[in-house]
């Protein structure tokens, strides 16, 4: 579920691009981008879970 920084480039310039046509739709496609960024990695929890035990 990892975005790398070229995936998260792209959704930025579609964002862009589409905020010319509809407004809303761009503000949905920087909702998903941000949200997608605020799940935390589940190999980053991996990690962390092992260091505690």
Excluded: C, H
């Excluded at 509809?22 to 981008?33: D, E, G, N, R, S």
Aim: proline share 4%; hydrophobic share 55%.
């Amino acid at each position: 579920m990892g975005k790398t920084r070229l995936e998260a480039f792209s959704d930025g310039v579609i964002g862009i691009a589409v905020s010319f046509w509809q407004p809303w739709i761009a503000a949905t496609i920087y909702a998903l981008v941000a949200a997608v960024w605020l799940v935390p990695d589940r190999r980053i929890e991996r990690i962390l879970a092992n260091e505690e035990t």
